[in-house]
């Protein structure tokens, strides 16, 4: 039996102490590590310690047993292969993720179109290498030229264009759910909306960074100014241009600093199959992503900037430069899961929880897990009875 009552023929594992005395006739939590064909129960949120406790810091021995486990993974794990994939999946939605961020950006400005066209230029002037900015012009002004239209022909664009580029985001999923060594519980259609969810999160989060980093007196002028007097709000606009601007220009790293942070905390909460309890606006594994991306998009700019023109592949080492700081940045946030998931195990860990094999955080959903469960339990049936009819056939021969 499973934990949820039904037979699956599947084996079931404890992950908190038996003398504990869990009532069985309550509902149970489980989880289906990876590979497995076992359910694995994991204890109920009321009768133990919460590990993501505010006075549950980790401990000198704690730090340590993650950053091992975090090492050694990376390496057994192949995550290097795994951020590879995604680097794939990165190149395969760019152009879909840049339809649906210039759409939503043409809808904000729906008056003033041509503002967006000037802010997409500037943007790319301001965080797209010299070496190969007119090369992403080029792409960027095909990509948008399928964006022109009406506003129900651009919304149209944002919702296939969220679509088509949550498909990194499903990936990214898969690696997590790999990394925190579990099978995806949740069903197909709910792991896509799910996913898709999460896209238009990050898009919009993506469109938010660049306007508020390219944020300026026309900008506001542009958004606001047809709707201030109709709505007699022309000192709330004159407020905005004189004093709020000026304000602006120093508080504008901090801000964007922390929409980013938010963007990660968002996907690494939302995006595996794990519901630790509690959401965590800053992680370890957040900021460590956020700041060795940053960096690591900064070191592509000075290579392109100094040292590309002295390649001998010319373009093309570009191109290969570009393909590898993407592949870089994808590792990166793989490592940032690992780190989340290995503090959250060396947590679960203080507290009591059997976490030495599997972490004991709770999954989202089941259903996806059970149908896996039943499908890997009839897999080995099968296999069984052909070993015995196999050794029937060789002890009876013709």
């Keep these: 039996m499973n934990a949820g009552g039904e037979n699956t023929g599947a084996r079931v594992t404890g992950g908190a ?31 133990m310690r919460h590990p993501l406790d505010r006075r549950n810091r980790l401990r000198r021995a704690s730090w340590k047993l993650v950053l091992r486990r975090s090492w050694n993974d990376f390496i057994s794990d192949a995550l290097m292969d795994r951020a590879a994939v995604l680097a794939f999946f990165m190149f395969l939605t760019a152009a879909p993720t840049v339809l649906a961020a210039y759409s939503i950006a043409t809808l904000i400005f729906a008056r003033n179109r041509e503002q967006v066209t000037d ?21 960027v002004e095909v990509i948008v030229g399928s964006a022109a239209g009406g506003t129900r022909a651009l919304i149209l664009a944002v919702v296939i264009g969220l679509f088509s580029s949550s498909a990194w985001v499903r990936a990214f999923s898969r690696s997590a759910n790999f990394i925190y060594g579990r099978v995806e519980g949740r069903s197909i259609l709910s792991t896509w909306v799910t996913m898709w969810g999460i896209t238009v999160v990050m898009v919009v ?23 201030a007097h109709p709505l007699g709000l022309v000192d709330e606009l004159n407020f905005l241009t004189s004093i709020f601007l000026p ?20 996907l690494y ?59 870089v940045m994808n590792i990166i946030l793989v490592v940032g899961v690992k780190l ?17 094999r599997h972490i004991q955080a709770p999954s989202r959903a089941t259903v996806a897990a059970r149908k896996y469960v039943h499908n890997q339990s ?17 002890s009876h021969p013709e």
């Excluded at 989060?205 to 047809?226: D, Q």
């Design 17 to 47: 102490d038996e003398s504990r005395g869990e009532s069985t006739s309550t509902r149970l939590d489980y989880v289906v590590p990876t590979g497995e064909s076992s359910i694995h129960l994991v204890p109920s949120a009321s009768g």
């Design 205 to 227: 989060g993506a469109v938010t960074i660049i306007g508020a980093s390219l944020l300026r007196e026309s900008v506001v002028l542009a958004v606001f100014e047809p709707i």
């Design 378 to 394: 009839t897999l080995e049936q099968q296999a069984r009875e052909l070993k015995r009819t196999s050794s029937k056939d060789e």
């Design 119 to 139: 802010l997409t230029q500037e943007a790319i002037g301001k965080y797209v290498p010299g070496e190969i900015a007119d090369e992403v012009r080029s792409v």
């Design 247 to 266: 304000i602006w220009r120093w508080i504008r790293v901090p801000v964007v600093l922390v929409i980013a942070l938010t963007l990660v905390a968002v």
């Design 269 to 327: 909460y939302f995006a595996p199959n794990v519901r630790p309890r509690r959401f965590r606006w800053l992680t370890l594994g957040s900021a460590v992503a956020v700041c060795c991306v940053g960096i690591t998009w900064w070191l592509l700019g000075m290579y392109l900037r100094y040292f590309a023109g002295a390649s001998a592949y010319g373009a093309i080492g570009t191109l290969i430069a570009v393909i590898i700081a993407c592949w």
């Design 340 to 356: 989340d998931a290995e503090v959250l195990r060396a947590k679960e860990l203080q507290v009591g929880y059997n976490s030495e």
